[in-house]
């Protein structure tokens, strides 16, 4: 179920601006991890690493490769 949360942000994240603005309130990737569970969307680093992943996988494009990529890119922003 986890996973399911993670794969879920990922794409509610590329396109949902509010999550996203939310999601700038945190200061590290624990506080992210902290401020989803509150809404509902637990998941771990490592279930996230494993979403994205899978989500490579299932890629048809570039294009939608480079998205699932975007979103790694800012989520390891949190890292600190």
Request: hydrophobic share 30%; net charge neutral; proline share 0%.
């Given at each position: ?5 993670a ?74």
């Amino acid at each position: 179920m986890s996973l399911q949360n993670a794969i879920t942000f990922i794409s509610e994240v590329d396109t949902d601006n509010e999550l996203r603005k939310s999601c700038y309130t945190c200061k590290t990737q624990e506080g992210l991890l902290e401020h989803l569970k509150g809404k509902g969307r637990s998941f771990t680093s490592d279930e996230f690493e494993d979403a994205i992943n899978m989500l490579l996988f299932k890629c048809q494009t570039y294009e939608q490769a480079g998205r699932v990529k975007e979103v790694k890119a800012w989520f390891n922003c949190f890292r600190k």
